[in-house]
Structures are given as C-alpha cells and as structure tokens.
C-alpha cells in the first residue's frame, strides 16, 4: 500500500477490486484518527496528512471502501481542520 501516491493505491482498487475494507479501515485508524500519529503528520506534512484523509474519502465515494459513517465523518472533520490551518 503506497500512501503517497493516490493512483497507486486507488488504482489496484479500481482494477482489482481487490482492496479488503480492513485495510483502508487501518490506514484510517493508524494515520488519521490515532491523535500521537497525526500529530506527527501535522507537524512534519500537513499537506500530506490532509491528501490521505482525501483519499480515503474519495475513496469511500467510489465505492472502494465501505467505511462506517462515524470513522467516515471523523476522517472529513479531521480533513477540514486540516485544511483550515493551511489556508
């Protein structure tokens, strides 16, 4: 799973259909809604922490990921207050 190239992991899941939910679940839980974690994102790539969130939620849209709505709605509010502090 390559995190910082959006074609690649939602690529392998559009072709293959191949991508379980669990692992869009962990990168969920371990990137974004783990607070030590994010932080550590926050502080050394905002940008990039803001682009996995966006990820997951385009890729929650396409049908890729079935997400459950709470960890869905915790990755958007994570995204727009990432998004608030780079502007």
Known sequence: LQIDDG?????????????????????????MLDPDMLQRLRENNAYAAGRIGELLIESNSRGYWQASSERLQQVRDIVMHLESGLE
């Open 7 to 31: 074609k690649a992991w939602g690529g392998f899941a559009a072709t293959t259909g191949g991508v379980a939910d669990w692992v869009f679940d962990s990168v969920a839980d371990t990137l």
